[in-house]
């Protein structure tokens, strides 16, 4: 009989190292279950997007800091989503944050991205994607300038540059 109770430890910790992966799929997902205006199948998506673009924006990868072009982007214009088009940043919230990645203060209009939690490092973070195809852009940080104290950093290879 006293195998009883440490039968039900063990399916105790089974069902807790269940819901804490749940927990986790749940905090880092890009939403997958959310249901976006534009939804591709994965493999559309693959054939739509080159291999960089396709591992940032639909597996939330991360850039190397420094290496998108749109970093150093100064003209006047528009960053659109790199899947759907998307109208996301102007040219008008860019800053250089030092980072190595194109940042932002403000999204170009609060409707054209979508927010989610990201605890990937161990830690919250907030998730940034494209409201339209759900597409991840990057993640939001509070160490931004005025007006809005924000910083979206985002990988530059999730968009595409539009001159005004
Ligand atoms: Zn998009």
Redesign the pocket.
Known sequence: MTNIPSRRGFLGWIGATASFAALAACGSGRAEAKSFP?SLSEAQWRSKLTKSEFYV?RQEGTERPYSSPLNDEKRAGVFV??????ALYSSKTKYDSGTGWPSFWAPVDQRAVGTSRDFKLGYPRTEVH??????HLGHIFSDGPRPTGKRHCINGVAMDFRPA
Do not use: F, T
């Not at 494209?130 to 597409?135: F, L, S």
């Open positions: 534009v924006l989503c790199a899947g759907c088009g998307n494209c409201a339209d195809c759900g597409g």
